[in-house]
């Protein structure tokens, strides 16, 4: 859901609207190639998933559907949305076929999610849902370095605002990016979400 992660595959990606998907729930059991868990949607009755519906250039849908491994890790499928404030939409989503219950995703991966989802200013209390995801650390720095690398740094007053690095906390690791983790102060000094998101 991130928009800067999006735009990193498939630059043409322009923000249609936040949705919501009812009758799917959000998992994260997807067996990714790094053998981590992957997010992806999961019929079932009564529950919603909340999201943001993207248009894409033909090529970049292409693209996209070849790193996301369409036919192999995920099946492309016609799913009805509603739109924030307007009629069902149709859209294509991605269908896990390769799932592992219990698995769970790195840190960087759950940072993706949480930030799109702020970013995208979803119901506060679906972002507080999905921080409570349990997620491990990747044993691999470098690729955790290049995923969370497509943050850019923001700075105000001298300050660095936006990190990349992970921080400890008492509590646990975690990577420290999004606007959330911002003072009201210093948030003050970066752009609006919805010149990034939706």
């Known amino acids: 859901m991130s928009i800067q992660r999006l735009r990193a595959r498939a630059p043409s990606a322009q923000c249609v609207g936040r949705a919501l998907l009812p009758d799917y729930r959000l998992a994260f059991d997807k067996v990714g190639l790094d053998g981590s868990g992957k997010c992806h ?41 509603r739109l924030e404030g307007e009629q069902d939409q149709q859209a294509t989503a991605y ?20 930030c799109g989802a702020r970013d995208a200013r979803l119901p506060t209390a679906y972002v507080s849902q999905l921080e409570t995801v349990q997620a491990l650390e990747d044993p ?19 300050e660095q605002l936006l990190i990349r690095r992970p921080l400890r906390d008492a509590r646990s690791s975690r990577y420290s990016l999004c606007r959330k983790d911002l003072s009201a102060q210093a948030s003050r000094h970066l752009p609006s979400a919805s010149r990034d998101g939706c």
């Open 41 to 81: 949607i999961v019929r079932h009755t009564g529950s919603s998933v909340y999201g943001v519906l993207f248009a894409l250039s033909e090529d970049d849908k292409a693209r996209l559907d070849e790193l996301e491994m369409t036919g192999f890790g995920y099946l492309s499928e016609t799913v009805t949305l």
């Open 140 to 158: 691999d720095q470098e690729r955790a370095s290049r995923e969370l690398g497509i943050y850019p740094l923001r700075k105000s007053r001298g």
């Open 95 to 114: 269908i896990a076929t390769r799932v592992r219950p219990g698995l769970k995703p790195y840190t960087w991966y759950k940072q993706h999610v949480v």
